[in-house]
Structure formats: structure tokens, C-alpha cells
């Protein structure tokens, strides 16, 4: 029996199966691996789709987004599934390595291209845009980021943030590349607009054939490999790894390893690996 609107959905517990059946089709949708530690997680970001479509158990809405007749809604399940933490200069021993060693290092004719692979919200592609801009100007420089989740990407491609997180963005950026929000966009502040219209946001579900995306010197892959198991992970890294140019760079979080998942890169220094 459905719910009415006045009903208590806190009650609706989250069954073992239903974990289960929800674990199964993350990993077989998007390849991330859902410990029984998440099963909190995954009862209370789906709470709110119970509650819209007025359902009496979390195994109704797992035939729902089963279905091939709500592939929208199967997108709004893996929306609220992943996790988009992300902030402004990240791990900055990473900004300053691409400064310092990676640009100098690649040798390109044609155009310095980067690929922010787990972009979310966008504040890694734009931290990347703001060290190229400032290294490499109006060069031939371009950045495609990308992620499967597509509610960060349109806030991405905004470029709109609260203000609290310029606290991490250098102040010689602060003032070249961001504006303070006035009115309505009051306590946040922009992205400039001529930087934003050097980062290509893109869907891309990384367990998927990939895309035509072209070849990188860079790619950033960083705090996202966590969630997957380890075929997975060879299967996503050796992927990437075929679009990156001979001597490029692949840089991996801080609590990431890629030893024991490829031998395609070499490792150069922590968390950085090189192709030959």
C-alpha cells in the first residue's frame, strides 16, 4: 500500500537484499564498490526518491530505477550515490609539481592538453586552468573535465561557488580570475568567464568505452579509485592510460597507489606515475 503524505518514511528500513540490489547496480552502472559500511549512506540519500514517488519500501524503487522505461531516474539514483568532495587546490604539492616539473618536462608542438577525470563541481579543473593560464597564457593550452554525475557538471560549467571556498585559492588567482558576487549572487563569488571558456565539462562514465576525447599530457585521477575494487581500477587506469601521450603524466590522491593495478606507468614520485 502506498503512503500517504503525512506518513512517517523513517520507518522504512533499508533490508539486507535491498542493500544488496542497490550495491549491485552501482557497481554494474558507474563500477563503484559499496562496502556494507555504506548501507546508512545509500538508506539515506534514497529517502528523499521513496518520499517523492510516495513508495511503502526501498525495494519499490529499486524495480523503478531497474527499469529501462526510467533511465532518467536511474541518473538520479547514481547522482545521489556518489560522493563529490572535492575543494580549490586540493593536495597543492600537485599544483605545484604540474607548475614546476610537469610543464617544463612535456615537450608538445601542438596544444598542452589536461584531463581532469573526476571533475564534480569543477574546483580541480579550475585550480589546473588557473596554473596554466598563468605559466602558459594564451598559448595553446586546453582542459577537458568530466565526471558521470551530471547535477555537479551543469554546476560546474556555473562556475558559481559559495564564498567560503576562496580559502584555499591563492590570492594573486583570487584577484586574477574570480569576481565577487553583488545582488543576487551576493556571498558567493564567479569564475571569470574567460577562464571558464578554457575548460571543456563533459559526461563520462569511466567503466564505459570512453569517448573520442583526443590524447592528454596530464590526467588527474585523484580520490576516486578508492571506491573501486581492483579490476576495476585496472580496467579504468589502463583506459586512461591509452590517451595520454608518450612521457605524460597520471597523478593519483594521496591515499591512491597504482602498484598493484598496472605496470603500463612508471612510477616517478609518489602519487605521480609517467608513461614511458
Not at 531497474?66 to 533511465?71: C, E, H, Q, R, T
Not at 610537469?102 to 577525470?117: C, D, H, L, M, N
Not at 560546474?156 to 561557488?161: E, H, Q, S, T, W
Not at 584577484?175 to 571569470?192: A, D, M, P, W
Request: with cysteine; proline share 4%; charged share 25%.
Amino acid at each position: 500500500m502506498t503512503p500517504k503524505e503525512n506518513y512517517d518514511y523513517h520507518k522504512i528500513q533499508l533490508k539486507d537484499h535491498e542493500f544488496k540490489g542497490f550495491s549491485d547496480l552501482i557497481y554494474n552502472l558507474a563500477g563503484i564498490h559499496m562496502s556494507d559500511g555504506k548501507k546508512a549512506l545509500i538508506a539515506s540519500r534514497l529517502l528523499k526518491r521513496i518520499k517523492f514517488y510516495q513508495l511503502s519500501s526501498y525495494n519499490e524503487y529499486l524495480e523503478l530505477v531497474k527499469s529501462p522505461k526510467n533511465l532518467d531516474e536511474r541518473q538520479i539514483m547514481v547522482n545521489l550515490l556518489t560522493t563529490n568532495e572535492t575543494y580549490f587546490f586540493r593536495e597543492p604539492p600537485h599544483f605545484e609539481f604540474l607548475k614546476n616539473d610537469i610543464i617544463p618536462a612535456i615537450e608538445t608542438t601542438g596544444v598542452f592538453r589536461v584531463w581532469s577525470a573526476a571533475s564534480s563541481t569543477g574546483e580541480e579543473a579550475y585550480s589546473i586552468a588557473m596554473v596554466l593560464d598563468e605559466l602558459m597564457g594564451y598559448k595553446s593550452w586546453e582542459i577537458m573535465a568530466s565526471d558521470v554525475n551530471e547535477v555537479v557538471l551543469e554546476k560546474a560549467r556555473l562556475g558559481v561557488y559559495n564564498i567560503e571556498r576562496t580559502k584555499d585559492i591563492p590570492e594573486r588567482y583570487l584577484k586574477q580570475y574570480c569576481l565577487r558576487g553583488i545582488n543576487e549572487q551576493s556571498g558567493k563569488f564567479l569564475v571569470k568567464k574567460e577562464l571558464k571558456n578554457r575548460v571543456e565539462f563533459r559526461k563520462v562514465n569511466l567503466i564505459e568505452p570512453l569517448p573520442h576525447v583526443g590524447k592528454f599530457d596530464v590526467i588527474f585521477l585523484r580520490n576516486v579509485l578508492i571506491y573501486f575494487d581492483n579490476p576495476t581500477k585496472k580496467k579504468i587506469v589502463e583506459s586512461l592510460c591509452a590517451t595520454l601521450n608518450k612521457g605524460g603524466f597520471f597523478i593519483v590522491g594521496h591515499s591512491e597507489t597504482l602498484n598493484n593495478v598496472t605496470n603500463i606507468m612508471k612510477q616517478y614520485k609518489p602519487t605521480v606515475y609517467r608513461k614511458a
